[in-house]
């Protein structure tokens, strides 16, 4: 027997004379594993998947198998993690500290190493900074935050998630939905944004700057909608801080350039910044504080330990020297050089991802093996990371790859999938060329 609650407009089920409230309004586990499983068995059948490597050389790893590869798809977009400048950072920290961390919340009490790098990272990215362990962990506390009022005036602001909003956000909904209204809306569906916007006097949206598939923020309306409608945004711009930007601003803080108390920014300080940890972004003390007492998994007794503090130390020195404007425009050269070698769904785009399209998972798995036993490690990328029927290779470029490495890569992928397809009859979704 169904009934409708009378607090919202959730269906709930009579059982025993007890109500319960339908489930997966927001997650569905169980259909997400139906769907993905066997792809998943797939790819580890195939040794793409579960791998344990030890680091040969510079973006060179051999696995458990003993194949050597070259990475394709790290996120270290400037290829700063071997650095020896931020490997000697994180060596010399533990020496300095003569500990790795200091076990508490560090609300309480923290390693003053830790205040200075917060300091500098402030001073790098001209906002109130706050380091954590990760972005998730920086998403889990400050999200419901936000949903509850605290940073809105005590309003309980409407939260607006697009679709493609990465994981490490999108599995707060249902904490958020414990404090307010959420809604999911299409990817850059700024039309849709706008109409809610019109309808409620405070709304946050929660999206990337750069996707992890690909996408791009509309910067350029999400701006126009700060400016009409005071639209409060949550933006995760990890794949762009460092690799594009100012002194690695990233790609939300160019345009961007002040943050007052309407805009958040997290970021993650272990891909292109080459260090370890989060980063948020706030326009106030006041916001630093409140997270700092009521973010729970921002702050529990984990804090990023000296040798994270010391290389991030390092990566900041690095970002005010010539060589770090010389490795922005060395990652820009190698995504213009793929660009005119494969065609994708972000030719042009400023992002280092490019998703090389198989459609079938099984398809993307095969290649992705072909490419492991012949010196190239990549991700086979299926459902639920991607929409189904619209699985792919996902490549991602940096700073330090040679030009004859990337063309080498193009033109071995381009060859397996063309003979691929012309064996199995397939068409791809969206095609590859050659220039």
């Not at 706030?282 to 009521?294: A, T």
Request: aromatic share 10%.
């Amino acid at each position: 027997m169904l009934h409708r609650s009378h607090d919202s407009d959730i269906l709930t089920r009579e059982f025993n004379g007890v109500y319960y409230m339908n489930n997966n309004k927001f997650i569905n586990y169980k259909k997400v594993i139906s769907i993905s499983e066997n792809d998943w068995e797939n790819a580890e059948n195939n040794k793409i998947s579960g791998l344990d490597v030890k680091v040969s050389g510079i973006n060179y790893m051999t696995d458990q198998y003993g194949r050597d590869f070259h990475h394709f798809c790290t996120t270290s977009y400037l290829g700063l993690d071997y650095h020896n400048d931020i490997l000697n950072g994180a060596i010399d920290a533990i020496k300095e500290t003569g500990s790795l961390r200091i076990p508490n919340s560090k609300n309480r009490c923290k390693l003053s190493i830790l205040e200075n790098y917060e300091q500098e990272l402030s001073a790098l990215f001209n906002a109130e900074c706050l380091s954590t362990l990760s972005c998730s962990s920086a998403s889990s506390g400050i999200l419901p935050l936000l949903a509850s009022g605290v940073f809105t005036g005590n309003v309980n602001p409407v939260m607006v998630f697009d679709k493609y909003s990465h994981y490490s956000m999108n599995h707060l909904k249902p904490s958020c939905a414990d404090e307010t209204d959420v809604i999911t809306i299409p990817h850059n569906d700024m039309g849709y944004l706008e109409d809610i916007c019109k309808r409620h006097k405070k709304v946050v949206y929660v999206a990337d700057g750069l996707y992890s598939m690909g996408g791009v923020a509309d910067i350029s309306s999400i701006m126009y909608l700060k400016e009409r409608y005071g639209l409060f945004t949550y933006l995760d711009d990890s794949h762009a801080l460092s690799a594009i930007g100012d002194k690695g601003c990233g790609y939300i803080r160019s345009y961007i350039k002040d943050l007052d108390e309407t805009s958040i920014i997290v970021a993650s300080l272990a891909k292109s910044f080459a260090a370890s940890g989060g980063l948020v972004m706030l326009g106030s003390r006041n916001q630093k504080k409140l997270i700092h007492r009521y973010g729970g998994p921002s702050n529990w007794s984990q804090s990023l330990n000296s040798a994270a503090i010391g290389a991030g130390r390092a990566s900041i020195r690095i970002h005010y020297k010539p060589e770090f404007k010389e490795l922005q425009e060395k990652l820009k050269k190698n995504i213009q050089l793929f660009d005119s070698l494969i065609t994708t769904d972000q030719l042009g785009s400023l992002t280092a991802i490019r998703l090389i399209q198989c459609g079938d998972a099984s398809l993307a798995n095969k290649t992705a093996a072909f490419l492991a036993e012949n010196g190239f490690f990549t991700s086979s990328v299926f459902f639920p990371v991607v929409p189904q029927g619209r699985a792919a290779i996902r490549v991602t470029l940096r700073a330090d790859m040679d030009s004859d490495l990337i063309k080498r890569f193009c033109y071995l992928i381009t060859d397996f999938l063309r003979e691929s397809l012309y064996q199995e009859s397939a068409t791809l979704n969206s095609p590859i060329s050659v220039a």
